[in-house]
């Protein structure tokens, strides 16, 4: 007996209408036809799909805006300006508006001789030359990777040559610009040579009161003995769905240290995707989330230990107000020859209202015998004594609250071990929590 056609949802609806309505002489039709129909067939995920259970996108999801098309560049300068999330930093700068490469925007000073750097629309425009598909995931299983298929118009196509030190960090900057919704989708694809160094900062940034969609892929390629800090800053409007994905494979020697901070949007997935592909690596990925209103912010991280000798160590604290959730699931696969692999991962929330939730759902799956891997997940309030403490000295409540949290994420944000890096993002969430001045 056939199986009852499943009803499409407003969104799916609307996807489909702008996903015909793409150029019939596009050059890469075809993939962007096969990725879409396997999209299609299964939909957005929801409940029922275990990596969704706690992010039901076919109910959070509730329409599809048109895919945006490219501004004027003044017009974003003053965004860019002014919601600078690294405006400290001495770094290079590869910027996308509105999911479009704009030169006048972007400034490699200072590291051009260390990497090659192309955009991908570029090469789409040539028949998608570039555009890999990636061995980690499947996309009739992974939607946001199905999606950003079907719909990718641009991206970053960075090399980093082999032995190269970059001076300073480089931040892919990502803006949206405009009073109405669009969608925006962005493939980056970058590639570390064997024995390079580099600190990568991605940026998200967009006005308030405007429902606009960002859908991301970062496919990373971390060569023999390179080491590489990658940083992810989320600061979405707040009326945004923002969908990420980063891909890394990293290979035999490698330090791969990412780092997730999630604060702004209405909805919001990061999800890192991560296997070692060469022994004697190590990667240390961690991550600090800020949620209040009624945000919906989830980090999903799997990480696969496939070869013998890795170390992987995974930290993330959550810190969630008023009607917000916040969602943590992390799962570490060890194949069976990845013997001695050493994997920990803890998750640790701080609900702030009585309304607040919070799922943690930290997994391993072990099919090695010598190993050493553990996980543990914590959530609760903030420490009464320690509140009683601060207050006895002075401290009126709602400041000590305020510290109080700020030291509990801070505790995450440290381990990035980059000064300027820390303070940038410190300085975040001071903001976040109302508190002025510098805290020590």
Known sequence: MAEPERTRTKAEEALAHHFAALSGDDPIRDMRTTA?????????????????????????????????????????????????????????????????????????????????????????????????????????????????????????????????????????????????????T?????????????????????????????NVVSDIRIGKGAKVKWVKAQEEGDQALHLGLILPRVEADAVFDPFFFAAGSAVARSEIRMIF??????????????????????????????????????????????????VFQGRIN????????????????LLLSENAEFSNKPELEIFADDVVCGHGATCGQIDEEMLFFMRSRGVPADEAERLLVHAFLAEAIEEIADDDVVAALEARTRRWLSLGGEVR
């Open 186 to 214: 962005l493939r980056h694809q970058v590639t570390v040579g064997d024995g390079a160094e580099a600190v990568i900062l991605q940026s998200y940034v967009g006005p308030d009161g405007v429902g606009y969609h960002t």
């Open 36 to 184: 879409f129909d396997a999209f299609i067939e299964k939909g957005l995920p929801n409940r029922r799909v275990e990596d969704w259970k706690y992010t039901d996108l076919r109910r959070l999801m509730t329409d599809a805006p048109v895919p945006a098309e490219p501004v004027n560049p003044e017009r974003a300068r003053h965004l860019v300006d002014q919601a600078d999330i690294f405006a400290d930093i001495d770094r290079a700068r590869i910027v996308f508006v509105n999911g479009y490469f704009v030169p006048p925007l972007s400034d490699l000073s200072g590291v051009e001789d260390a990497l090659d750097f192309a955009s991908l629309g570029r090469f789409l425009n040539d028949g998608g030359a570039l555009l890999e598909r990636s061995e980690q995931v499947d996309p009739g299983e992974a939607p946001v990777y199905a999606l950003n298929s079907a719909f990718v118009r641009d991206g970053a196509v960075i090399r980093i040559r082999e032995g190269a030190k970059l001076t300073k960090p480089l931040e892919i900057c990502t803006v949206f610009a405009g009073n109405e919704p669009g969608l925006q």
């Open 334 to 349: 060890v194949w069976q020859h990845a013997q001695k692999t050493e994997g920990k991962m803890m998750s640790q929330a």
């Open 277 to 326: 592909d060469g022994e004697g690596a190590t990667s240390g990925i961690r991550g600090a989330t800020i949620a209040r209103g009624r945000q919906h912010l989830d980090t999903t991280l799997i990480v696969d230990h496939a070869v013998p000798e890795c170390v992987s160590q995974e930290f993330f604290k959550s810190a969630i107000d008023d009607e917000a959730r916040g």
